[in-house]
């Protein structure tokens, strides 16, 4: 080789260098995509793959673009669900989503990921936690429920039901039961359905409907009948204690013959008025010479 080649050669390296040199004192390089594998560099790792090859990829409940290390996005929708979405007395059902980007891409939301309200609460749902897990309140009957859900300016909403478990089938369920007498099921002679521990005349199923504590001789129900005030044709009848948002139905009823014992729903009536705690319909034709009452209670 001669002088002048080997001189051109030098400089080539030496340039080389001194470049390499340069950037390496200015530029940290990070790695941004592995294909596939593990990379890193002073600032960055990544496990990862390359991505879909084309359109959308899927994994379950997430999708995502191909050929993007990161994306900006905005919530189009979210869709929320309760499992289960039948859920008893003392247990819990979890609440999650999926929100829709503005990509078409989904991303899945844990409970946690989502701000919960219910316009049911306290009563059949009686609190849900900051993770998302509802816990039902003790109900009378089947009773639904709607659960909403807000995640970055989306809202949706999931209807659920909460139910009363059963485990003797006399109409009476698990949790009144327990909270009255210390035991699900029926333990002596005084917690069974047709039981009247505190001998008022109304036994368990009728207070339970009621609404009554079934070991306080004071909780009973009652009718009271009396005239109007210049109104000769007309009776008062007053009722309490009455339940309210737990479902039951009060029906007044009437029949002029105790002997057959057939009654019918009084409809010649006005009202009811309440305050709360009792109620009052007035039935504005007691013309008969003898008008029975009674109040049927019942549960949907």
Same mark, same amino acid.
């Given at each position: 080789?001669?002088?002048?080649?080997?001189?051109?050669?030098?400089?080539?390296?030496?340039?080389?260098?001194?470049?390499?040199?340069?950037?390496?004192?200015?530029?940290?390089?990070?790695?941004?995509?592995?294909?596939?594998?593990?990379?890193?560099?002073?600032?960055?790792?990544?496990?990862?793959? +390359?991505?879909?090859?084309?359109? &959308?990829?899927? %994994?379950?409940? #997430?999708?995502?673009?191909?050929? =993007?290390? *990161?994306?900006? $996005?905005?919530?189009?929708?979210?869709?929320?669900?309760?499992?289960?979405?039948?859920?008893?007395?003392?247990?819990?059902?979890?609440?999650?989503?999926?929100?829709?980007?503005?990509?078409?891409?989904?991303?899945?939301?844990?409970?946690?990921?989502?701000?919960?309200?219910?316009?049911?609460?306290?009563?059949?749902?009686?609190?849900?936690?900051?993770?998302g897990v509802l816990s039902p309140a003790n109900v009378y009957?089947?009773?639904?429920?709607?659960?909403?859900?807000?995640?970055?300016?989306?809202?949706?909403?999931?209807?659920?039901? +909460?139910?009363?478990?059963?485990? &003797?089938?006399? %109409?009476?369920? #698990?949790?009144?039961?327990?909270? =009255?007498? *210390?035991?699900? $099921?029926?333990?002596?002679?005084?917690?069974?359905?047709?039981?009247?521990?505190?001998?008022?005349?109304?036994?368990?199923?009728?207070?339970?409907?009621?609404?009554?504590?079934?070991?306080?001789?004071a909780s009973v129900f009652v009718l009271k009948i009396a005239?109007?005030?210049?109104?000769?044709?007309?009776k008062a009848l007053t009722y309490n204690p009455i339940v309210?948002?737990?479902?039951?139905?009060?029906?007044?009823?009437?029949?002029?013959?105790?002997?057959?014992?057939?009654?019918?729903?009084?409809?010649?009536?006005?009202?009811?008025?309440?305050?709360?705690?009792?109620?009052?319909?007035?039935?504005?034709?007691?013309?008969?010479?003898?008008?029975?009452?009674?109040?049927?209670?019942?549960?949907?």
């Open positions: 080789m001669n002088r002048i080649a080997f001189s051109l050669l030098s400089l080539a390296f030496a340039l080389a260098f001194a470049f390499g040199a340069r950037g390496a004192s200015v530029i940290t390089t990070s790695t941004v995509d592995g294909g596939g594998s593990h990379a890193s560099s002073a600032n960055y790792t990544m496990d990862g793959s +390359v991505g879909g090859i084309g359109g &959308i990829s899927s %994994g379950a409940a #997430d999708t995502a673009k191909d050929g =993007y290390v *990161g994306q900006l $996005t905005e919530v189009v929708s979210v869709v929320v669900t309760a499992q289960p979405n039948s859920v008893g007395v003392a247990s819990t059902s979890q609440l999650s989503g999926t929100a829709t980007l503005d990509d078409s891409t989904l991303v899945s939301l844990s409970g946690a990921d989502v701000d919960w309200s219910s316009p049911n609460e306290p009563y059949p749902v009686a609190s849900i936690s900051g993770s009957a089947l009773s639904s429920a709607t659960v909403d859900g807000y995640y970055l300016g989306a809202t949706s909403n999931t209807i659920l039901e +909460v139910f009363a478990p059963d485990s &003797i089938g006399d %109409g009476i369920p #698990d949790w009144w039961r327990q909270e =009255y007498f *210390g035991a699900a $099921t029926p333990t002596n002679i005084h917690d069974c359905a047709t039981c009247d521990v505190d001998g008022t005349g109304q036994n368990n199923f009728f207070k339970f409907v009621a609404g009554l504590n079934p070991t306080n001789p005239p109007v005030t210049g109104q000769p044709t007309q309210v948002g737990f479902g039951q139905i009060y029906t007044v009823q009437f029949t002029t013959n105790l002997v057959s014992a057939s009654y019918a729903a009084l409809t010649t009536t006005s009202g009811p008025t309440t305050n709360g705690t009792q109620a009052t319909v007035i039935d504005t034709q007691a013309t008969p010479t003898r008008k029975f009452y009674r109040v049927n209670i019942s549960l949907p």
